[in-house]
Nanobody
Framework: QLQLVESGGGLVQPGGSLRLSCVAS????????IGWFRQAPGKEREGILC?????????YADSLKGRFTGSRDNAANKTVHLEVNNLRPEDTAVYYC????????????????WGQGTQVTVSS
C-alpha cells in the first residue's frame, strides 16, 4: 500500500512560480512512477507529466513542456516535485500526484494511488 501527500500549493500572482511536493510512504518506492495531474473547476482531470523510476519526465501535452518540470529525490526521501514557472490564471486548479507501478501512463485511470491534492490559485 502506498500513501501520497502533496504540499506547496497556494495563491500566486501571474508570472510567479511554485514548487509542489509529493511525499510517499510505503515500501518498494523504487518500483513506482509518479504522475502529476490537475483539475480545474468544471473541467476533467488533466495529465501534466509523469516522472519515471529514473527521474525522466514524460509530458502529456506539448504546451506544458516549457513551464512544468518534474523531479525525483533519492530513494530515501520518497519525494517528487513539480516545478511550475510563469504561472497563468488558467493554471488555477487542484494539483494531484498519483502513483502506479513500473511504467508511466497518460491516463489517470491507470494510477491506483492518489494524494489528496493541493490547491493552486493564480490571481493578481
Amino acid at each position: 500500500q502506498l500513501q501520497l501527500v502533496e504540499s506547496g500549493g497556494g495563491l500566486v500572482q501571474p508570472g510567479g512560480s511554485l514548487r509542489l511536493s509529493c511525499v510517499a510512504s510505503g515500501s518498494n518506492w523504487e518500483n513506482y512512477v509518479i504522475g502529476w495531474f490537475r483539475q480545474a473547476p468544471g473541467k476533467e482531470r488533466e495529465g501534466i507529466l509523469c516522472i519515471n523510476r529514473s527521474g525522466d519526465n514524460y509530458w502529456y501535452a506539448d504546451s506544458l513542456k516549457g513551464r512544468f518540470t518534474g523531479s525525483r529525490d533519492n530513494a530515501a526521501n520518497k519525494t517528487v516535485h513539480l516545478e511550475v514557472n510563469n504561472l497563468r490564471p488558467e493554471d488555477t486548479a487542484v494539483y494531484y500526484c498519483a502513483a502506479r507501478r513500473y511504467f508511466c501512463s497518460p491516463s489517470n485511470r491507470d494510477y491506483r494511488w492518489w494524494g489528496q491534492g493541493t490547491q493552486v490559485t493564480v490571481s493578481s
